[in-house]
């Protein structure tokens, strides 16, 4: 299999249209070709819009657009959805003993990525839920600056996860652990900001979790990222991320 991440369609809100994420999002039968050619795309398609959403709940959180922010946690049952189809798909093709060793080995790579991609999709799903309840709007000055930063870093992160599964490139694993670095001292100083009192108790609770959704959105990436990076070296698969 080759992972292509093409372009996602858009609607008139610059958004992917969900609709036909929906629409697409299906098991069907067929020889070992025509559903290796399946999960790419199926799995393709959960990528992009959880690369989607967390873009997405950052910009509903701080904008304040509530409606936004609904639509993105809606958007996460497609999500649930697409990998839940993979599974079968892959689980199929598993069972039914065909293939050659090294397509084996990449359909048992997949199915353990699917736990890293469909977190990632939940944690973008609660912070999109926190946008909707307008959590934005009670922020500090300074907190909404780290929250939008660490926005942009989730996002770099993702960019850089597909990068890896497109290229097929071993190495690109480096920059995400990189870009992980920088999530988790930006959770730090955010939670120092927290500790420090300048918002309302229930205000500082709700962004902790904010910013640990944020935190552990890095870590899933890394685990992704460094399974692709085990798969093409033949290396050793890194260890299951601790339940969030």
């Known amino acids: 299999m080759v992972f292509r991440l093409p372009s996602a369609r858009r609607s008139h809100h610059g958004a992917t249209d969900a609709a036909a994420h929906q629409e697409e999002a299906s098991v069907p039968a067929g020889p070992g070709g025509p559903v290796l050619e399946e999960i790419d795309r199926l799995f393709v398609q959960a990528f992009a819009l959880v690369g989607e959403g967390i873009a997405g709940a950052t910009h509903a959180l701080l904008a304040g657009d509530r409606e936004a922010a609904k639509e993105l946690v809606q958007r996460d049952e497609v999500v649930d959805r697409l ?9 199929r ?14 359909l048992i790579a997949v199915l353990r990525m699917l736990t890293d991609l469909e977190r990632n ?10 946008a909707a309840r307008g ?62 009192g300048t918002m309302q108790t229930p205000v500082a609770i709700e962004l902790a979790m904010v910013a640990r959704f944020y935190e552990r959105f890095g870590d899933h990436a890394v685990s992704l990222a460094r399974r692709m990076a085990a798969l093409v070296g033949g290396g050793p698969e890194p260890g299951t991320v601790a339940s969030d």
């Open 83 to 91: 990998t839940h189809d993979i599974a079968v798909l892959a689980q």
């Open 121 to 130: 999709g939940d944690l973008a799903e609660h912070i999109a839920r926190r």
């Open 135 to 196: 959590l934005g709007a009670e922020m500090s000055a300074r907190s909404r600056g780290l929250v939008e930063r660490m926005g942009e870093v989730a996002t770099q992160l993702w960019r850089s996860t597909a990068e890896v599964f497109a290229e097929r490139l071993a190495e690109g694993a480096v920059m995400v652990d990189d870009l992980d670095d920088e999530m988790d001292d930006l959770h730090v100083t955010l939670t120092a900001e927290i500790v420090a």
């Open 93 to 106: 093709r598993l069972i039914s003993g065909e293939g050659s060793e090294a397509e084996r080995s990449e």
